[in-house]
């Protein structure tokens, strides 16, 4: 019989990292839903590449993407005078970082290899380094798969047998390392055996919820329902949707979360129909220096992304969008927060 | 100076009758909003297409077309004996009924055409029956022109200077024969000289709010943004959005209301942030024999509107779709009915 941890290692995943010769793959998710195409990146300009067109993306599977990223690029230096290893290596680094600018997640992760080229005393070697490099990178990905494992086990406990369980967006294991952290509970329950219903909103508009989470859990097997962001208030109305599961971007120290856009509309509809609405995210995206979600900046983006869908014109082109990529979601409409230290509850005070 | 009937007249139409010869045209809405052509329908076979394609939509519009349509398609033929001429109006009157036979407004404005060829005496000839039913047909939309502006002067009272005007879907000038319903408020608004802002959902999945709601607007010079559908809970938040005006499929006796999918999310949100949720309809689209939602059956539509936007592929191709087309909006919900008899407020009692 599969144990759980066959089942759980069939889930999709962002990242490969072969340890026999060192070698990096990448799932290319610009081609999903329709292909299915596993790129090994093999030099640095790749790499940039794959995070620059979101080849690779979601903040945890960037970080491990740029700390492989690196490594690779300096695989086959391992000959050089060591100082010049060194300044490779910090070149690299600066190049990768430079791919997607605002991607905390990355200048954290290229960071901690940094901080290891630093550190190196003036008499080792490039192999040396590159063997410290290697098992630096190898750390920040298991740390990741563990977080998301244990965001897993926690929130698998809120998922009842025969329930509707929705979400939103991508916070699903393409997003990160390991198993993803919105999804990761619905992994963990039907790894465990339960069977429920899942629900995807498709999240527009650049519609990660139709594209990478509805392939993701349908890969995996998970009965899966894909609809339009509107339905969801629909669906709990029907009594579907026993819980809804989301990520965050950003939490404050009030615990009002900035997520994708959608999130909080979905709240204010789960609060109208009594669902409990949970947040799941790693207690690294918690942020106490925003006192409040008045404190968290959301960004805007250009209209493009809404008048045209895969290329195709679906409004006039010159009309206006407003097109804000997140929402804050007040603390009082949140149940819980599923995290690797386990879910909090209200009163939510994060600001120690 | 420009009268206010004047710029009402500047609102895009979907349909034209040109007394001088009897020409019908359309504007093909299936080429919105990159194209804007007007079509003249010259036989039986293309009105039945025009309705069939969805060139003309809209349940009041499709009644005018099909009223339009039955009456060209006898144009030619006036110098037929009377008996062959009302064998050929039935005929026709048939065959346009079976284009979209789930339109209600569509067999009642054939029903009523039928009306004048059941009641016409034997000894009458073709070019009389004719110009009854060309009378008829004018009468049907000139009544629908003259209720879409009751409904836009009545609901015109609501929308202040410098405020947020929302609507979904497109209850628009473009599915009526006059000047909208839930669109009719803002335009008279606008040409009385008031300043506001509207704000069109997409509506997913169809994208009526896209490619047609925020292309009429636009068109007139209403100063319009278009936002995905789960951006209207956060303008709500940033206190963007002092109305919300949304049209309706039917209307039950306690003023359950059933429309566009995501009206009722749009709703419970506008009850979380206070802000006053219309339906503008005619006082034909209650329906008494509904006591409530729960009488009104919500059809489902298959996963291919979803799955492809424009032939573009956006999810698996085998995923499960959950994709209704309308959801029921509670009573409670709602702050009022713009009617061409006013505007009615709750407590809400249809029966009678």
Redesign the interface.
């Known amino acids: 019989m599969e144990t759980k941890e066959a089942r759980l290692a069939a889930i999709p995943k962002a990242i490969l990292f072969e340890e026999e010769g060192d070698r990096f793959y990448i799932l290319d998710q610009t081609r999903l839903?329709?292909e299915e195409v596993i790129e090994e990146q093999t030099n640095v300009e790749q790499v940039y590449d794959s995070i620059y067109q979101l080849k690779v993306r979601g903040a945890p599977a960037i970080g491990i993407a740029g700390a492989y990223g690196l490594l690779i690029s300096l695989r086959d230096a391992v000959s050089m005078p060591r100082d010049d290893f060194v300044a490779l290596a910090r070149k690299n680094a600066e190049y990768l970082n430079s791919s997607r600018p605002t991607a905390v997640n990355l200048s954290w992760a290229l960071n901690r290899m940094l901080t290891i080229v630093d550190a190196f005393p003036a008499e080792g070697s490039a192999q040396e380094l590159y063997d410290l490099l290697r098992a630096e990178a190898i750390a920040i990905h298991q740390s990741d798969i563990a977080t998301c494992r244990l965001i897993g086990e926690h929130g698998a406990t809120l998922i009842d047998e025969g329930s509707g369980v929705m979400t939103l967006c991508n916070a699903g294991a393409l997003a990160t390392g390991g198993i993803g952290t919105a999804l990761a509970p619905m992994y963990v329950a039907w790894a465990d055996g339960k069977r429920f219903k899942a629900?995807s909103?498709?999240?527009?508009?650049l519609?990660q919820g139709?594209?990478i989470t509805?392939?993701e859990l349908?890969?995996f097997g998970v009965?899966?329902?894909?609809?339009?962001?509107?339905?969801?208030?629909?669906?709990m109305?029907l009594g579907k949707v026993d819980l809804i599961i989301v990520g965050a971007d950003r939490v404050a120290a009030n615990g009002d979360t900035a997520n994708k856009?959608?999130t909080?509309?979905l709240a204010?509809?789960a609060?109208?129909y009594g669902v409990p609405f949970y947040i799941a995210c790693p207690y690294s995206t918690i942020d106490p220096s925003s006192k409040s979600g008045a404190d968290i900046v959301v960004e805007e983006r250009g209209?493009e992304e809404?008048?045209y869908?895969?290329?195709?014109?679906?409004?006039?082109?010159?009309?206006?969008?407003?097109?804000?990529a997140f929402?804050?979601t007040d603390h009082e409409l949140i149940a819980g927060f599923i995290t690797e230290k386990g879910i909090i509850r209200p009163p939510y005070d994060f600001a120690n």
Chains 1, 2 share one sequence.
């Open positions: 839903p329709t629900y909103n498709e999240t527009r508009p519609l139709a594209r509805s392939w349908h890969h009965d899966v329902t894909l609809i339009v962001d509107s339905v969801a208030s629909y669906l109305k856009i959608g909080s509309s204010i509809n609060k109208h209209p809404v008048i869908i895969k290329g195709q014109q679906i409004a006039p082109a010159d009309v206006k969008v407003f097109n804000p929402d804050v």
